[in-house]
């Protein structure tokens, strides 16, 4: 626990630059730990002389070996999952790096305070825009639980979403709440940005991701984007795989 006073010298990151300047040089303090999490998911205060946030570590160390998720780390699949959701431009996910921490190398997410306001069980089911993207974000990274814990509605009217360590499997298990679109038309902004992704998965994005993900895992990825843009519809659950996260909130 940090016994330091807050320097009133110190202002959250303006913009994104500061945000991963902030993550990538930041002095970490650990403050707790989420006690439901299933693997160790840290949360403290990171700072550097001038900028200091809130933020989540999960340490690699940390991770509970899942059997469907054989290779890479959880860390790497969420550091891939904010690639992506940059290479969109719909800032799904925060800012995120992957990094050296005090219990080794990990992720390290700037930390957003969602609108307490909010009544998650209502909002997951609101024809939102930006919950929309985030549907198409979440068949892009295979997300296999976009429960409503994982969805955090801002005070500006901005969406988070967060816990991406069970994304980019090569099997489908798409499980999330915001089956509100399935099988209707893709709006023409998310054809343009898949379209756009396609293109940079088959390129430098393809290439970032292949530092965290198995070559099969970007493969499938490209896939999961070509497909999109072939039905040029939001996907449906198959029935071959539970299609909601349990627990769903
Ligand atoms: N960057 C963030 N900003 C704000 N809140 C966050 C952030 N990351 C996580 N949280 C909150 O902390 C909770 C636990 O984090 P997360 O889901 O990432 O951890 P986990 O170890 O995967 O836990 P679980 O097994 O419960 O899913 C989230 O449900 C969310 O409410
Ligand atoms: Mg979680």
Not at 161 to 169: K, N, P, R, Y
Request: proline share 10%; charged share 25%; hydrophobic share 40%.
């Amino acid at each position: 626990m940090s016994e330091q006073p807050v320097d009133p010298d110190l202002r959250p990151p303006a913009d994104d630059a500061e945000a991963n300047q902030l993550l990538t040089e930041g002095v970490i303090d650990v403050e707790g730990r989420m006690l439901d999490a299933s693997n160790v998911t840290l949360v403290g205060a990171i700072r550097t002389d001038t900028l200091a946030a809130e933020c989540v570590y999960k340490p690699v160390a940390g991770e509970r070996p899942l059997w469907d998720f054989p290779d890479g780390t959880l860390a790497g699949r969420e550091i891939s999952a904010y690639l992506v959701s940059e290479a969109t431009g719909w800032q799904v996910v925060p800012p995120t790096v992957l990094r050296e921490g005090p219990f080794g190398p990990g992720m390290v997410q700037l930390w957003m305070d969602g609108d307490p306001d909010v009544d998650l069980a209502a909002f997951v089911r609101r024809d939102d825009p930006a919950l929309r993207r985030m549907a198409v974000f979440d068949a892009v990274v295979n997300n296999a639980d976009r429960k409503g814990g994982h969805i955090i509605p801002m005070p500006d009217g901005h969406v988070y979403g967060v816990d991406h360590g069970i994304c980019f499997s090569v099997d489908p298990k798409l499980r999330t709440l915001l089956w509100r679109w399935a099988g209707t038309p893709l709006p023409a902004e998310a054809v343009a940005v898949l379209e756009r992704l396609a293109d940079e998965l088959r390129d430098e994005l393809g290439e970032q991701l292949h530092e965290h993900l198995t070559r099969t895992e970007v493969r499938c990825t490209q896939r999961r984007v070509a497909e999109l843009l072939r039905t040029g519809r939001h996907p449906e659950p198959s029935g071959e795989w539970p299609a909601l996260p349990w627990p769903p909130f």
